[in-house]
């Protein structure tokens, strides 16, 4: 039987709003599976899937290095953009307008136990949307994310990825470039990755505007067919 996967777009939110709710489901859940262990119950953990769209933000990880960010404080100011260090993995990361994130808080005991399988299956998720658009995406080996032209001069990352991870549970997830402006990637060293570049869907088909919302579609069609999930929407009410 397919899990169930509550599915939320949170629309364009502030990203320590979004922090703050990723980390709220996140604690339910994990606080749900100490009682489940403590008390000998099955109740089942929920799994939740989130979209949103952030205002221009610059976020790095655990094991980032500052130095990645190539902008000052009123700089950044200058450009109405915000940074955060957070406890997801990887290095600095751009998250703005025109930009599909999505935050998939799992209990992947309810799928299997494999943080690399689980990173596999976002990007092939992500691979198996860009097709449907004609493009071929590949993964980079050693780096996690989707790129497109692997191998060549002119390689460049459409997705980048950072997750994290406790007791199985995962938050944080992925940004995927479909109307982004890409100017805002000059303002660091995306993923701390110096010699390859940024692009976008909109840039690589040539068009002004993608529709986010069938993008979004697409996205959650494979992902239930890789997770063998079974898509619940909810209204937002955060």
Known sequence: ????????????????????????????????????????????????????????????????????????????????AKFYKINRGGDITYHGPGQ????????????????????????????????????????????????????????????AMGVRASRWVTMHGFALNVNADLGYFDMMIPCGIKDKAVTSLNVELGQKEISMDEVKEKLLKHFAALFEAEIIKQKTTT
């Open 100 to 159: 599909i994130v999505g935050y998939p808080i799992l209990d992947l005991e309810n799928f299997f136990t494999d943080i690399h399988k689980y990173l596999r299956l976002l990007e092939e998720m992500v691979i198996l949307t860009l097709e449907e658009y004609g493009l071929k995406a590949e993964r980079s080996k050693g780096e996690t994310g989707v790129w497109l032209d692997v191998g060549t001069p002119f390689a460049r990352k459409i997705c």
């Open 1 to 80: 039987m397919n899990k169930k996967v509550y599915h939320k777009d949170l629309g364009v939110k502030d990203y320590k709003e979004t922090w703050d709710y990723q980390e709220e489901l996140f604690q339910e859940t994990l606080n749900l599976k100490i009682r489940n262990r403590r008390e000998d119950l099955d109740l089942e953990t929920p799994n939740h899937f989130l979209f949103v769209e952030h205002p221009h933000v610059y976020t790095l990880g655990k094991s980032g290095d500052i130095k990645n960010l190539l902008v000052d404080e009123n700089q950044l100011a200058a450009k109405g």
